[in-house]
């Protein structure tokens, strides 16, 4: 079992940033893949980037492709989401998400959820 806590969330003037960490407990975090995905209101849960557990090969979607920066720190046990000149249309609330496997980018392959993180762009 894994638990995962976001942080991070909050509101930011378009052109900002925020960083968003999550943090994972339970089994080795390092041999899982770690992902988040974003939800607004009446939309589907979309796939923002991805990490892979062992050399950090990372994917992104192509709406945030140049803004967004995921890595993780195996140490501590927690992955984080750089975001950069922020839109309101990342408006969402952000979750962060663990497989054992490969990354990928569809939700129904992630076994393991954090409850979400808020982020507001105000244009």
């Known amino acids: 079992q894994v638990q995962l806590v976001e942080s991070g969330g909050g509101l930011v003037q378009a052109g900002g940033s925020l960083r968003l960490s999550c943090v994972a407990s339970?089994?080795?975090?390092?041999?899982?893949?770690m992902a988040w995905f974003r939800q607004a209101p009446g939309k589907e849960r979309e796939f923002v980037t991805a990490i892979s557990w062992s050399v950090g090969v990372t994917s992104y979607a192509d709406s945030v492709k140049g803004r967004f920066t995921i890595s993780r720190d195996n140490a501590k046990n927690t992955v984080y989401l750089q975001m950069d000149s922020l839109k309101p249309e990342d408006t969402a609330v952000y979750y962060c998400?663990?497989?054992?496997?490969?990354?990928?980018?569809?939700?129904?392959?992630?076994?393991?959820w954090g409850q979400g993180t808020q982020v507001t762009v105000s244009s």
């Open positions: 339970g089994r080795t975090f390092s041999s899982y893949a």
């Open positions: 998400a663990a497989r054992s496997g490969l990354r990928s980018s569809i939700p129904q392959r992630y076994d393991y």
